[in-house]
């Protein structure tokens, strides 16, 4: 579904992300994982077209995402989560949500991806009419996955999901990550709690200061000792 190759990018003379290639396929879960600074928000910048590339290629279901508009690139079934949510403080919650399908037209299919989302959030329709700015910090995440959730994405990037919340809530937010997961939605998660990310996806990348230093499935990267000593404190 997704191919990254041989991307570059650069933030003035800094060489931020050096021949970075990765692939997502159809229906999985894919992490990215890294220390700070390693590059992976940079990543999910440049495939959502939000940070320019000098070099490389990326393709979504074999079109080509450098030739697209970065306010069309939703319009091809690719949705973006932020890292630290950027909900709409002084909207609702259902408001918020009706703004993540300001692309589609068909009112019918607007409430029909509204339930969709109340059904993995059930918390945002208990608090549909509450201001965005007053929930909590798993409560914004939840909002701001819904949101995107609302063109019906056939790829969801998803950039440090748990950032900033308590073990409990991250232990929350996993579970909806793997329950969008078994749901057949395809997703690539940056995350710094590698632990969480690894247990959850199907295949992992490790990033290190804008390389791919490692890859393969999340089970065996989990238990490769160099991926436990640097990213999982064992």
């Known amino acids: 579904m997704l191919e990254v190759k041989d991307l570059n990018l650069y933030y003035g003379a800094i060489h931020a992300l050096k021949g970075i290639s990765l692939t997502v396929k159809?229906?999985?879960?894919?992490s990215l994982i890294?220390?700070?600074?390693?590059?992976?928000?940079?990543?999910?910048?440049?495939?959502?077209?939000?940070?320019?590339?000098s070099s490389g290629?990326?393709?979504?279901?074999?079109?080509?995402?450098?030739?697209?508009?970065?306010?069309?690139?939703?319009n091809l079934g690719l949705a973006h989560v932020p890292e630290g949510r950027h909900v709409f403080a002084r909207m609702t919650v259902e408001e918020n949500l009706l703004m993540g399908a300001y692309i589609?037209?068909?009112?019918?299919?607007?409430?029909k991806n509204l339930e969709k989302v109340y059904s993995y959030f059930p918390r945002l329709r208990e608090r549909y009419k509450q201001l965005a700015g007053t929930l909590s910090g798993g409560e914004q995440q939840m909002l701001a996955t819904g949101r995107a959730l609302m063109t019906d994405p056939s790829i969801l990037l998803m950039d440090e999901p748990s950032m900033g919340l308590s073990p409990l809530?991250?232990?929350?937010?996993?579970?909806?990550?793997?329950?969008?997961?078994?749901?057949?939605?395809?997703i690539l998660?940056?995350?710094?709690?590698?632990?969480?990310?690894?247990?959850?996806?199907?295949r992992a990348y490790v990033l290190e200061t804008g390389k791919i230093s490692m890859s393969g499935p999340a089970s065996?990267?989990?238990?490769?000792?160099?991926?436990?000593?640097a990213y999982l404190g064992a």
């Open 169 to 186: 809530l991250v232990k929350e937010i996993f579970s909806i990550i793997q329950t969008l997961h078994d749901s057949g939605i395809t």
């Open 34 to 53: 890294g220390s700070n600074g390693a590059g992976k928000t940079s990543t999910l910048h440049a495939i959502s077209g939000l940070l320019p590339i």
């Open 57 to 74: 290629s990326l393709t979504l279901d074999g079109r080509d995402l450098r030739k697209v508009h970065p306010n069309k690139i939703i």
């Open 104 to 111: 589609i037209r068909d009112s019918k299919k607007i409430m």
């Open 26 to 30: 159809d229906g999985e879960l894919v």
């Open 189 to 202: 998660l940056v995350e710094q709690n590698a632990k969480m990310a690894l247990a959850v996806s199907d």
């Open 220 to 229: 065996e990267l989990a238990n490769d000792d160099r991926v436990r000593k």
